[in-house]
């Protein structure tokens, strides 16, 4: 069968549950290829590969864009539409939001997918399929999850292939991405991870991490075929339960590229930060979220105390490992005053970056729940109209509409503050302005310029300009474009 994987926006990061799924489906013998929407000729190009099923990976907000423009699609090809992706999982009921959604996937989209188009291939019943929430005949039939893919080892590496054909400038770029690992046994209120793993309670284990060798297998392999200065390990937790004495050793033999990975701060000791800095990681992202306790501990169930992140952020520090930490203001409950003093915390620890989130409670996580039972949530909001981004607006009751002003603009100046406490008394004055896309730019633009400096990938002048370029088109399409229901 022919499948077209269709994203809505010019990706500026490799889709890399799509190129996962890619993989599995061509080793089937299956046809894949991807396309990325607002591109000239995108429909043209769709038409001629003729597919017969076209795919979404959709989180929270973009799946406003991508019912919409599966719509038109269909208006055009006749074709199955299916979508996966964390929206779907944390939300089946999609489907029944547009007839043209023909199926669901909840969960690891692997084997569910070569299953699913195996039996309509082979024009065998498919609506018990397992992961899958499918429409036939006018009905929906409802499917549980199958069990956890816990051999990660054993899945084939991710097809970068099919995004770079379409999109010349993430092959460009030399900043690539890996996960070595799936899964977080935590339970942050804000955070997905909580629902998923009640989803596979019973299913497998919470964290599965690949091996030493096979995360470093599949980097040679990009490194022979698509060479780049910088990896970002995007794993929720690296390392969890992975060896770092072997993985060291290994990268910094058969890899030796700089590279970014994310870790909790409880999870950090000085051996594995030694052990890192051996492998080659420059710099840690750390979310610290809240300086406030009650806000931390009580609203975002973080279990962190401010010595954990603080011992943390210093060890980091001795061993030359830049900080990137990540911050978030504008939660329920919370005042001006809280929110200063995560802030504060940033300052007084001088992090190289503080990055800066406005609370979006995603449908399903207990923050969103506890919003709901304490009407804290703005009239009118509910799943589908949730904003697509937590860098825009909050849709969080405050006591008015001038202390939510005051979250949404501090939101906008947080990393610039943080690096230039001299200039908060100019700030606070900015802040006191209506919220306007100035600051958004002048958000994204700072953030771009502190994360480059975080990680100081070696450009050339060609990957410099495709960089910047890729970014500034991400960068517009997220408040100049297409999501029009958004009541953010
Ligand atoms: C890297 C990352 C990013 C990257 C790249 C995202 C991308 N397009 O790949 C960047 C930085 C751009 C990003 C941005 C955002 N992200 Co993000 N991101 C992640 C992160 C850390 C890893 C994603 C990943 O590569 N996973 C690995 C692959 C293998 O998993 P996967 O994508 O889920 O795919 C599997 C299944 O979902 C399924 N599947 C997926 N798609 C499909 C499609 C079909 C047809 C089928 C059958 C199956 C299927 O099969 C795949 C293989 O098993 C996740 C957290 C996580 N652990 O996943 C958050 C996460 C996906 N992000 C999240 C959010 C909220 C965002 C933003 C909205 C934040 C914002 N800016 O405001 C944006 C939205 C961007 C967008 N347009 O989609 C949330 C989504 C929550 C939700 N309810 O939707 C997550 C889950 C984090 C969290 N803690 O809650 N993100
Ligand atoms: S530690 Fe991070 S990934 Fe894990 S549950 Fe908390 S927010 Fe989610």
Not at 181 to 197: D, H, K, L, T, V
Not at 301 to 312: C, V
Not at 333 to 351: D, I, K, W
Not at 451 to 472: E, P, Y
Request: charged letters at 25%; proline letters at 4%.
């Amino acid at each position: 069968m022919k499948i077209a994987f269709i994203e809505p926006a010019i990706a500026n990061v490799e889709p890399l549950g799509i190129a996962y799924l890619a993989q599995m489906l061509i080793n089937s013998g299956h046809k894949v290829k991807y396309f990325e929407s607002p591109r000239k000729g995108f429909m043209n190009n769709l038409k001629n590969f003729g597919p017969d099923v076209l795919a979404y990976s959709i989180t929270t907000g973009k799946h406003r864009i991508c019912r919409a423009l599966n719509e038109s699609v269909r208006k055009e090809i006749k074709a199955i539409s299916l979508f996966g992706g964390p929206h779907c999982t944390f939300y089946p009921k999609y489907i029944k939001s547009s007839k043209f959604i023909d199926g669901i996937c909840i969960g690891e989209g692997e084997f569910a997918i070569v299953e699913l188009l195996k039996k309509v291939e082979l024009k065998k019943s498919y609506v018990r399929t397992k992961n899958w929430w499918l429409r036939f005949k006018g009905k929906i039939y409802k499917n549980h999850v199958r069990i956890k893919i816990e051999d990660l080892d054993s899945l084939p590496f991710p097809n970068r292939d099919i995004i770079y054909a379409e999109n010349k400038d993430l092959l460009e770029s030399p900043i690539k991405r890996i996960m070595a690992s799936r899964g977080c046994p935590y339970n942050c209120s804000y955070c997905f991870n909580r629902i998923y793993n009640a989803l596979y309670a019973g299913k497998g284990k919470i964290n599965c991490h690949r091996s030493p060798a096979n995360i470093i297998a599949e980097l040679k392999m990009v490194k022979e075929k698509y060479p780049f200065t910088f990896l970002k390990i995007v794993d929720d937790t690296f390392g969890f339960s992975m060896d770092y004495n072997e993985f060291a050793e290994l990268y910094n033999h058969e890899i030796g590229i700089p590279f970014l990975c994310n870790i909790r701060p409880n999870l950090l000791d000085e051996k594995k930060i030694i052990l890192l800095k051996k492998a080659g990681c420059v710099a840690v992202t750390m979310a610290v979220e809240s300086g406030n306790e009650f806000i931390r501990n009580k609203v975002l169930n973080r279990g962190l105390s401010l010595e954990t992140m603080s011992n943390a952020i210093k060890l980091l520090k001795k061993h030359g490992l830049r900080v990137w930490t990540q911050n978030i203001i504008g939660n329920p409950g919370e005042s001006f005053e809280m929110a200063m003093e995560t802030y504060n915390f940033n300052v007084n620890h001088s992090v190289d970056f503080a990055e800066c989130f406005l609370l979006t409670p995603f449908f399903g996580t207990e923050i969103y729940n506890y919003c709901i039972k304490n009407d804290l949530l703005e009239k009118g909001i509910d799943v589908d109209n949730m904003s697509q981004s937590y860098w825009l607006g909050s849709c969080i009751q405050f006591n008015s509409q001038k202390d939510k002003n005051k979250f949404i603009n501090f939101h906008k100046f947080f990393g610039f503050a943080t690096k230039h406490p001299k200039l908060f008394p100019i700030i606070m004055l900015l802040i006191k302005l209506p919220p306007n896309n100035f600051f958004v730019l002048f958000n994204r633009f700072y953030d771009a310029w502190r994360i480059s400096r975080v990680i100081r990938a070696k450009f050339t002048i060609f990957n410099l300009i495709t960089t910047i370029k890729v970014n500034i088109s991400f960068i517009i399409s997220y408040f100049i474009k297409t999501d029009k229901n958004s009541k953010l």
